[in-house]
């Protein structure tokens, strides 16, 4: 026997739960099924089981996408001051961290609480451990030889609890980003199955790793964090940059890792907002007995200077250094250069890049150009955001339009 609803979302994820809340508030009948054993996995283990659910400065310009303008319209329709409404009604307390970043004081759960308890009002059923198997649109040559009877319109889903058939069907299955909370294809291999373009996909905010030279050189900075403006041409971010058993990890380096493609050469300015050759021009009048490894103990750590800057005479007392001498030196610290071997991979990605074209969904509804009824939102999509908050965001915008629609 085939269950019908209204509505059928895939993922019981930050985006699938706030696209079922909004569709039942509709009146809608919805289901969420999800393969996993527990809602929210992400939303729980995020933020270092905080979970920084949105910043206060949302713009398009902090998301990636083949389509950068197709973001606006969900921001701004759901932005990060209609979350935090939510917020509020639901007396979470939370506090604000660099660069806008907002994270629950005291759970991760109480976000997923307060969306499993929106959805329970509004009469959503979020049924877990469900493998689906097929998914066909009603109309398909497959339904032709079925002893249940023939509905008109829609979708049809096969699974091992039974059979469902919904008008509309959201898509929101995640990307590849840390398989063992498990992320699967499935969002891209649908999209594929009903002609839907889906852009290359690669793991984003992730941990470099090094070449074995390098490695081998900076193991001994492992655990040193430092605050750096990291580039890599295209892009910069000013943040810690933590030196890793593995490689580069820290802030900085998560935010560049989404902009950056094999071979490139990274760019670290190890002392930002200090202008090093004016500060050690002073410092060779003050003091020009000191040795050039004592004046940068001053703005970075001790191995640091001795692993990072071994290039450049440490030993040398300031007053012996030429004006030639000292512009190199601070070129060396300014712009210290590294060439990852690559990344982490989706084993630790935050996020996944690429994923379901943009053009082919509507900006307004997240509902795809082609198929009608079929719905796209969250990570799934070709829309990336930084670190700080902003895939969260992305997720409560496009299951929030979708939800209006759905």
């Known amino acids: 026997?085939?269950?019908?609803?209204?509505?059928?979302?895939?993922?019981?994820?930050?985006?699938?739960?706030?696209?079922?809340?909004?569709?039942?508030?509709?009146?809608?009948?919805?289901?969420?099924?999800?393969?996993?054993?527990?809602?929210?996995?992400?939303?729980?283990?995020?933020?270092?089981?905080?979970?920084?659910?949105?910043?206060?400065?949302?713009?398009?310009?902090?998301?990636?996408?083949?389509?950068?303008?197709?973001?606006k319209s969900a921001l701004s329709r759901f932005s990060?001051?209609?979350?935090?409404?939510?917020?509020?009604?639901?007396?979470?307390?939370?506090?604000?961290?660099?660069?806008?970043?907002?994270?629950?004081?005291?759970?991760?759960?109480?976000?997923?609480?307060?969306?499993?308890?929106?959805?329970?009002?509004?009469?959503v059923t979020v049924q877990l451990n469900t493998e689906i198997s097929a998914i066909h649109k009603?109309?398909?040559?497959?339904?032709?030889?079925?002893?249940?009877?023939?509905?008109?319109?829609?979708?049809?889903?096969?699974?091992?609890?039974?059979?469902?058939?919904?008008?509309?069907l959201v898509i929101a299955s995640g990307g590849l980003s840390i398989p063992k909370m498990g992320a699967t294809p499935f969002g891209y291999k649908l999209a594929e199955q009903f002609g839907i373009k889906v852009w290359p996909t690669r793991a984003g905010l992730v941990p470099f790793t090094l070449q074995p030279d390098d490695k081998a050189r900076l193991a001994d900075l492992s655990g040193i964090a430092i605050d750096s403006l990291v580039s890599n041409g295209h892009q910069a971010f000013r943040e810690n940059t933590l030196f890793t058993h593995r490689g580069l990890s820290g802030p900085a380096i998560l935010q560049i890792s989404s902009y950056w493609e094999a071979g490139e050469t990274i760019s670290m300015d190890l002392c930002p907002g200090i202008a090093?050759?004016?500060?050690?021009?002073?410092?060779?009048?003050?003091?020009?007995?000191?040795?050039?490894?004592?004046?940068?103990?001053?703005?970075?750590?001790?191995?640091?200077?001795?692993?990072?800057?071994?290039?450049?005479?440490l030993e040398a007392p300031l007053q012996s250094l030429s004006q030639h001498q000292l512009t190199t030196i601070a070129h060396s610290v300014h712009q210290w250069q590294i060439k990852p071997n690559g990344t982490e991979g989706y084993r630790t990605a935050e996020v996944t890049l690429g994923g379901v074209d943009c053009d082919a969904l509507s900006s307004k509804t997240m509902e795809s150009t082609q198929v009608s009824g079929l719905f796209f939102i969250g990570e799934v999509v070709d829309v990336t955001g930084w670190l700080g908050g902003y895939n969260f965001q992305w997720a409560w915008s496009s299951g929030w339009c979708a939800g209006q629609y759905a």
């Open 1 to 71: 026997m085939t269950k019908k609803v209204d509505v059928i979302i895939i993922g019981a994820s930050a985006a699938g739960l706030m696209c079922a809340i909004e569709a039942g508030k509709r009146g809608r009948s919805v289901i969420v099924l999800d393969h996993a054993n527990k809602a929210g996995k992400k939303i729980l283990m995020s933020g270092g089981g905080r979970c920084n659910f949105t910043n206060y400065h949302v713009d398009a310009d902090n998301y990636l996408s083949h389509n950068p303008h197709f973001c």
């Open 80 to 123: 990060q001051w209609d979350f935090l409404a939510l917020i509020d009604k639901h007396q979470i307390p939370f506090h604000e961290r660099d660069h806008g970043q907002l994270f629950c004081n005291e759970s991760a759960k109480d976000i997923l609480n307060m969306l499993l308890a929106e959805a329970q009002q509004a009469n």
């Open 138 to 168: 009603q109309g398909d040559s497959h339904s032709d030889h079925s002893s249940e009877p023939k509905l008109d319109h829609g979708f049809e889903l096969l699974t091992k609890r039974g059979n469902y058939h919904c008008s509309s």
């Open 276 to 313: 090093v050759i004016e500060a050690l021009k002073t410092l060779q009048q003050q003091r020009p007995q000191i040795q050039l490894k004592s004046a940068l103990h001053h703005w970075l750590p001790r191995r640091v200077v001795s692993t990072l800057l071994s290039d450049i005479p």
